[in-house]
């Protein structure tokens, strides 16, 4: 069974650095876009940031240059370096990925979320 495992979640203040962990476990394959995306209380889930196998990125605007993205293709692993980080940054944070399983063909996958809490 293939799934995404996230962690490095938690809480911190206003202005500090967390830094998320995603890897893929299990038969999956040609991993194209690997992620992340959020969703906070009472919105809907948002782009954050997404890297392709080619290692293009696509950031919100509203972390551009504050947080990183970053991939290991040979661990099938996505990293999220935050930095800089607000309250409105408060959100389950969920992991993507867009890859090619066996018997499946290609699929999308997210992780269980793990939540960061920015507080004031």
């Known amino acids: 069974q293939v799934q995404l495992v996230e962690s490095g979640g938690g809480l911190v203040q206003a202005g500090g650095s967390l830094r998320l962990s995603c890897a893929a476990s299990?038969?999956?394959?040609?991993?194209?876009?690997m992620g992340w995306y959020r969703q906070a209380p009472g919105k809907q889930r948002e782009l954050v940031a997404v890297?392709?196998?080619?290692?293009?990125?696509n950031y919100a605007r509203s972390v551009k240059g504050r947080f990183t993205i970053s991939r290991n293709n040979a661990k099938n692993t996505v990293y999220l370096q935050m930095n800089s980080l607000k309250p409105e940054d408060t959100a389950v944070y969920y992991c993507?990925?867009?890859?090619?399983?066996?018997?499946?063909?290609?699929?999308?996958?997210w992780g269980q979320g793990t939540l960061v809490t920015v507080s004031s």
């Open positions: 993507y990925a867009h890859g090619w399983i066996p018997t499946q063909g290609y699929r999308d996958l």
């Open positions: 299990g038969r999956i394959f040609s991993i194209n876009d």
């Open positions: 890297m392709t196998s080619g290692n293009n990125t």
